[in-house]
């Protein structure tokens, strides 16, 4: 039995809760296939959320679709890791273009895996996001990254007058957001986190700096911090 059927909510409680098509959910399904497979190996994520895989990845992820403006051509993944949410979401959403930024190179030969055994065409970006040229998206998204005022430091060169950043956050996102405010001029909101009791999804638009200098990482170093795996 795999690790996507053994936890009480598996892939018919996904579809479910998310209406998915029975195509979307095999894909979905050979997804958790490659990921289980490469996890026993690579430690992609935490051993002990294999069993709740269904509800702690793909619909914590999964739960941001509904958040996407129909009008979204493009959507930035920063930070994706094993492919939580860029990945997911790019299933989901076969109309948008999704760029994953991953630094680290294991992770997007395994992003890469993970994409052909699903049949999704998504972009992987295999670089430092400080390294990166600014580019525009409609929406940007991240999951385990970063404090809220770095993550908009990321954010910022991916980021037009009109996008949306839907951020996944835990229990800290009160204490971030106010952090946040003192760096950062944006129109900000809470949804609640319908996988998380404790947690939120922060939507940011009109992201600006304020006339107090954003933080810097006064050395280059790891983008994100050690045990963001979720």
């Given amino acids: 039995m795999g690790p996507e059927t053994r936890g009480a909510f598996g ?22 296939d490659v990921l289980a497979d490469w996890n026993a190996r690579h430690n992609l994520i935490a051993k002990s959320t294999l069993p709740d895989l269904w509800r702690r990845h793909f619909w914590d992820s999964a ?23 860029g990945l997911v979401l790019a299933v989901m959403l076969p109309h948008l273009a999704v760029t994953l930024h991953e630094a680290t190179a294991k992770k997007c030969a395994f992003l890469r895996a993970a994409a052909e055994r699903m049949g999704v065409t998504v972009t992987i970006e295999n670089a430092r996001l400080e390294d990166l040229p600014p580019r525009r998206f409609d929406v940007v998204t991240a999951r385990a ?9 990321y954010a910022q060169n991916f980021v ?3 996008s949306v950043c839907l951020f996944l956050k835990g229990q800290n996102v009160g204490a971030e957001l106010t952090q946040a405010h003192k760096c950062w001029k944006m129109k900000a909101s809470q949804a609640p986190s319908q996988t998380d009791p404790s947690g939120a999804i922060v939507v940011v638009r009109k992201l600006g700096p304020s006339h107090v200098a954003s933080p810097k990482t006064p050395h280059p170093g790891r983008r994100q911090p050690k045990g963001r795996r979720r």
């Fill in 160 to 162: 037009g007058p009109n």
């Fill in 63 to 85: 739960q941001l679709a509904p958040l996407i403006p129909d009008t979204a051509r493009s959507l930035a993944d920063l930070g994706s890791g094993a492919g939580f949410p």
């Fill in 11 to 32: 892939p018919a409680d996904f579809a479910a809760r998310t209406g998915v098509s029975r195509e979307t959910l095999a894909r979905l399904k050979a997804y958790a």
């Fill in 145 to 153: 990254l970063a404090p809220l005022p770095k993550l908009l430091e």
